[in-house]
Nanobody, 129 residues
Framework: EARLVESGGDLVQAGGSLRLSCAAS????????IAWFRQAPGKEREGVGC????????YYADSVKGRFTISIDNAQNTVFLQMNSLKLEDTAVYYC??????????????????????WGEGTRVTVSS
């Protein structure tokens, strides 16, 4: 069964950095769009950003632009979310998902990925003051 596993979440102080991983098993990211979402306590899941495996194009939510970077390592079959200058409001469970590459084609990527149902357990990020 194809699945994605998120990891790397931790407790970090505001202003710090963290790198999350999204590892694929039983399939490769080639030909996919991969998105990161997050869900803070009491809030709905929201898009953080996405990457297209074919050309490496990325799109980000305004709230993380300039602080977060999504990258892909095809050799490791893993997508990374590098998070810098973390803020208290970045506290959330972070999830990844993968689907059609054209889902990641612009600022409306979250509309497409949000419709997916096969979300994993996520990885928890807690930013403290």
């Amino acid at each position: 069964e194809a699945r994605l596993v998120e990891s790397g979440g931790d407790l970090v102080q505001a202003g710090g950095s963290l790198r999350l991983s999204c590892a694929a098993s039983r399939f490769t990211f080639e030909g996919y769009g991969i998105a990161w979402f997050r869900q803070a306590p009491g809030k709905e899941r929201e898009g953080v950003g996405c990457i297209r495996s074919g050309d490496g194009a990325t799109y980000y939510a305004d709230s993380v632009k300039g602080r977060f970077t999504i990258s892909i390592d095809n050799a490791q079959n893993t997508v990374f979310l590098q998070m810098n200058s973390l803020k208290l409001e970045d506290t959330a469970v972070y999830y990844c998902n993968a689907d059609r590459p054209y889902y990641c084609a612009g600022s409306d990527y979250s509309t497409y990925f949000a419709k997916l149902s096969n979300w994993g357990e996520g990885t928890r990020v807690t930013v403290s003051s």
